[in-house]
């Protein structure tokens, strides 16, 4: 297939629709090359599949999801009700079922790109997606590492094969999917192997999956064993040996107010306001700790300003530019 031939779906990934999705949708629909589609996928939790009022505009590009429709899924280690409690996971690790229900419904896209709510992009997103159309990755995404390189680092539920066995090590690979690319061929393969009783956290479920099944991986940006010599430390950077990611600009927590005035930098997570946020208070930690959590986000910005400074390579145009 000539990847610029291809189809491409770029999906938002949310649970709620305001101005902030709006003007997100709106900005993915102007800035991606010609050709691409953008759509709006909600999850509605344990809400009914109601279009809210002010996104009824966007209609046409806003596909909907909830609880129900995820626990339908054919899954039956995925999807077991034993892991659910009525309003969600007792686990996380299951966030890639809003995609699969997106997927399952538009079948047709060769590419998927999928983008939580608060992963900023500081630039023009066809940069960004220019940059990667040469790629044929199956799985493109951020923070990709052989499991054995982060030991330290734990996700539950660990990855089962139908037997319910974990594979070998050497097939294990962590990611960070705040930001992903999916190819058609890879989605359907998770759907098969979720059918046949394969189960886990997706950060390492997918990663793990495509190693096994000889799909291609490849890292954004990074220092990881998948990043390409071009596109190493060129989009973004963090610390996948810590449960936070951090420091860095492309992490778990804590949340970024803003993003630094840096040309084609991806950020995460930047939540906007009024929405849940994975921090944990100061005040509630013990003297020192709460010390050092306090002094923690004035560090971190001092290491991304040095990475910056002595480390970041700007990413180059693409060799080939579509217009759109």
């Known amino acids: 297939m000539d990847p610029f031939?291809?189809?491409?779906?770029?999906?938002?990934?949310?649970?709620?629709?305001?101005?902030?999705?709006?003007?997100?949708?709106?900005?993915?629909?102007?800035?991606a090359p010609e050709g691409y589609q953008v759509f709006i996928n909600i999850n509605c939790g344990a809400n009914s599949l109601d279009m809210p009022k002010a996104a009824l505009p966007h209609a046409d590009h806003i596909h909907l999801c909830n609880f129900r429709q995820i626990m339908a899924l054919p899954y039956p280690a995925k999807v077991d009700p034993a892991g659910w409690n009525g309003l969600g996971w007792k686990m996380p690790g299951h966030e890639d079922t809003n995609m699969l229900c997106f997927y399952k419904n538009y079948p047709d896209f060769d590419y998927y790109w999928g983008i939580e709510y608060d992963v900023h992009f500081e630039g023009h997103w066809s940069f960004l997606f220019r940059h990667f159309e040469q790629s044929r990755a199956d799985i493109l995404a951020t923070a990709l590492y052989n499991a054995a390189e982060t030991p330290k680092k734990i996700l539950n539920p660990l990855v089962r094969n139908p037997e319910g066995d974990i594979p070998e090590p050497e097939f294990l690979v962590r990611g960070f999917y705040p930001l992903f690319r999916a190819s058609n061929r890879f989605l359907a393969a998770v759907d098969a192997a979720y059918r046949m009783g394969w189960t886990g956290h997706y950060e390492v479920a997918w990663g793990t999956l495509a190693k096994s099944m000889g799909y291609e991986i490849e890292d954004i940006g990074g220092t990881g064993a998948y990043v390409k010599p071009h596109n190493r430390n060129a989009f973004?950077?963090?610390?996948?040996?810590?449960?936070?990611?951090?420091?860095?600009?492309?992490?778990?927590?804590?949340?970024?107010?803003?993003?630094?005035?840096?040309?084609?930098?991806?950020?995460?997570?930047?939540?906007?306001?009024?929405?849940?946020?994975?921090?944990?208070?100061?005040?509630?930690?013990?003297?020192?700790?709460?010390?050092?959590?306090?002094?923690?986000?004035?560090?971190?910005?001092?290491?991304?300003?040095?990475?910056?400074?002595?480390?970041?390579?700007?990413?180059?145009?693409?060799?080939?530019?579509?217009?759109?």
């Open 236 to 324: 973004y950077f963090n610390t996948p040996a810590t449960p936070s990611m951090s420091p860095g600009t492309f992490v778990f927590r804590p949340s970024f107010l803003f993003p630094h005035k840096q040309e084609n930098t991806l950020w995460h997570p930047i939540k906007p306001d009024g929405v849940f946020n994975w921090h944990v208070s100061n005040a509630e930690k013990p003297f020192p700790k709460n010390l050092v959590h306090a002094i923690k986000p004035y560090l971190w910005q001092a290491v991304i300003w040095l990475w910056f400074i002595f480390c970041r390579r700007a990413p180059r145009k693409p060799d080939r530019i579509r217009q759109g």
């Open 5 to 31: 031939m291809a189809r491409v779906a770029v999906v938002i990934l949310t649970h709620f629709f305001n101005d902030h999705i709006r003007q997100l949708f709106e900005r993915l629909t102007s800035e």
